[in-house]
């Protein structure tokens, strides 16, 4: 293939990849080298790229065979934003295939950090982001476009992402930030935090009080977590901690009972005392676990059995779940 069709390919299909009849990647567009990083050339498609629809298709035979079809794909590894493709045959037993993100475009841009030169000129994709772009009344006109695309999809989502009460983060952010870590497979670990008698705090000091006792808690929260975790109120007096990377139960340990001993510090309100406490749930994954609603189910389990234990406390869902364990056994051998 001589220089100019290799360049027009990169311009006008920055995401595409060149098969020889092995399957195997003779050229890829700069797009799909930003998202799948160097070095394409050589290695086999579908050892990057797993096809999810249609199914079965394990090698190049098979991907021939979706010539003219749309292909759902996805990367193997990493962030795991699903992506389409068409497949057409040079007519020699190789291929060339051509992807886009489709609606997946504003993900995408977040997850890998993409500009408007990462798109063919004529993708829809450049017309979505402006779209982005435009429904951020706040923000300023900015010098160029990947600033102001960059900027705009940032103040969205923190407006959009954040509780406008305690300043945390909210359960939609919770539940995007638990959904990439899960697909991820990194280790991590999650605490479900309740307020113990807070509604008392309601109904006898007045909202005002509980709004107060609410930002007071998050502090202690932002001041029991890293940058790179997530601290978030979920619902009236339920936050949400994910620590990233860290599943050391001594450590965790040392989290849950200092954030109590700060939490049930009294907490001043117009010359009176504001006195609650929390209960929390522990649960850590070593990757394994891959389901979001999952990990909260667990989490939410470890908690409620923290409140039965008399509240200000914490427990893990390991031990509950190895307690079960031990109950099974001693059943099974009739004690």
């Known amino acids: 293939m001589n220089r100019f069709p290799i360049e027009m390919l990169h311009r006008f299909c920055p995401m595409h990849a060149v098969l020889d ?127 102001r695309l960059q900027g705009a999809m940032v103040a969205a989502e923190k407006r959009a992402f954040t509780d406008t009460l305690t300043g945390l983060h909210n359960r939609r952010a919770v539940d995007q930030v638990l959904d990439r870590i899960c697909r991820s497979g990194q280790p991590f670990s999650l605490m479900h935090i309740d307020l113990d008698f807070f509604k008392q705090v309601n109904d006898t000091m007045g909202h005002a009080a509980g709004d107060h006792v609410l930002k007071a808690c998050a502090r202690a929260m932002l001041d029991t977590s890293r940058k790179d975790d997530t601290a978030a109120r979920v619902g009236g007096d339920e936050f949400v901690i994910i620590y990233t990377t860290l599943t050391n139960r001594s450590r965790l340990s040392d989290l849950a009972g200092h954030l109590i001993s700060r939490i049930e510090q009294p907490i001043p309100f117009e010359g009176q005392d504001c006195n609650v406490s929390a209960s929390i749930g522990v649960f850590s994954s070593d990757g394994s676990v891959t389901d979001p609603a999952l990990v909260m189910e667990r989490a939410d389990v470890a908690l409620y059995a923290a409140k039965r234990a008399g509240r200000a406390q914490y427990c893990f869902f390991d031990d509950i779940e190895a307690a079960s364990d031990d109950d099974q056994a001693r059943a099974a051998n009739g004690e």
């Open 21 to 147: 009849s092995t399957g195997h990647i003779r050229q890829a567009g700069p797009t799909l080298h930003k998202i799948c990083g160097d070095n394409l050339e050589g290695k086999r498609f579908l050892e990057i790229f797993e096809i999810y629809r249609p199914r079965a298709v394990v090698g190049m035979g098979d991907l021939l065979k979706t010539e003219g079809r749309k292909l759902h794909l996805r990367l193997r590894h990493g962030v795991r934003t699903p992506v389409k493709g068409v497949l057409g045959a040079d007519g020699n037993g190789g291929a060339v295939i051509n992807l886009s993100f489709g609606i997946s475009v504003i993900d995408a841009v977040r997850d890998y950090s993409l500009t408007s030169t990462d798109f063919a000129p004529t993708d829809l994709a450049v017309e979505m982001l402006y779209l982005v772009e435009a429904k951020s009344a706040a923000m300023d006109a900015s010098r160029n476009l990947n600033t």
